[in-house]
């Protein structure tokens, strides 16, 4: 923050990078916005598309088209840059070619004088949120990712929806890698304070496999949308925009990012989707709930898969 002027630098005007910045505008999350992409047209066009929405936003905020060295006075340095999915390949499988990119990003921000907080979206996110610790060699409570946050929203709207509640009002979480081997905490999943697993007693209707399905629809929700339209972006850029709010405005607020684990859940040296309590100085603290045996095991399962792939990395 420089004269205490809030500033978001956004790496990648893509599909995500692009609605992140809309919805900034529209929910007025910081005083400026700089747009930077490799394709310069792309991010000069969007400055310009946005700057024209200014009129009707709810107040001001100064928007440009820049490069690195607008960087080193942002808050936070989002990066939405590099490939995205396509049709039948997994967030794995785009590790090779996002960490060479990455390397080029992190290395350029730095070089300018960032010293702010990394908010990484790109794909795998888990695997490039720790790349971008390991090339930046900040503290890794100011290298997060959007780990679980999406899928997290996605599970509490399939919830909502299937017991008739304002999502807002559904506690649980997705956690583990973004991909895959993410998993439900159902143990510690509730609706205004009552278990679902207790609510599930109350209702002939409520079926088990109705459950199950669900989850399977929240895991495999990219895949259903990206057949449909060949990325994913709305979701995931109001995700962002929650974490850049919970930063910048040290709300404490607890949400499912990609986060360091250095003996919480009996893990170490990876990143991986957990809840944690995010405030101005970025992760404050991992929380650490209770997982029952199965979610262990789950839980393990997909650290193990995240660490192997980590490993082909560095
Ligand atoms: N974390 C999540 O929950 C989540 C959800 C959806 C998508 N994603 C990921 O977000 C990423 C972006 O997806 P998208 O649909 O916006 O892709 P996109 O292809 O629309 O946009 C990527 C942008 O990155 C830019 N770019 C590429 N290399 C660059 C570089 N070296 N420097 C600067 N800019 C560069 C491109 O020019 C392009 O504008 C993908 O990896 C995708 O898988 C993550």
Known sequence: MRNGISRVALIGTGFVGSSYAFAMLNQNISEELVLIDLNKGKSEGDAMDLNHGLAFAPAPTKIWYGDYQDCRDADIVVICAGANQKPGETRLDLVEKNAKIFKGIVDKVMENGFDGIFLVATNPVDILTYATWKYSGLPKERVIGSGTILDTARFRFLLGDYFQIDARNVHAYIIGEHGDTELPVWSKADIGGKPILELMKEKEEYK????????VNVRDAAYQIIERKGATYYGIAMGLVRLTKA????????LTVSAYLEGEYDSKDIYIGVPAIVNRNGIRQ???IELNEKEKEQFHHSVQVLTSIKEKVF
């Open 208 to 215: 088990e496999e109705d459950l199950e399905e669900l989850f």
């Open 247 to 254: 930063i910048l405005r040290n709300e404490n607020s607890i």
């Open 286 to 288: 991992v929380v650490e």
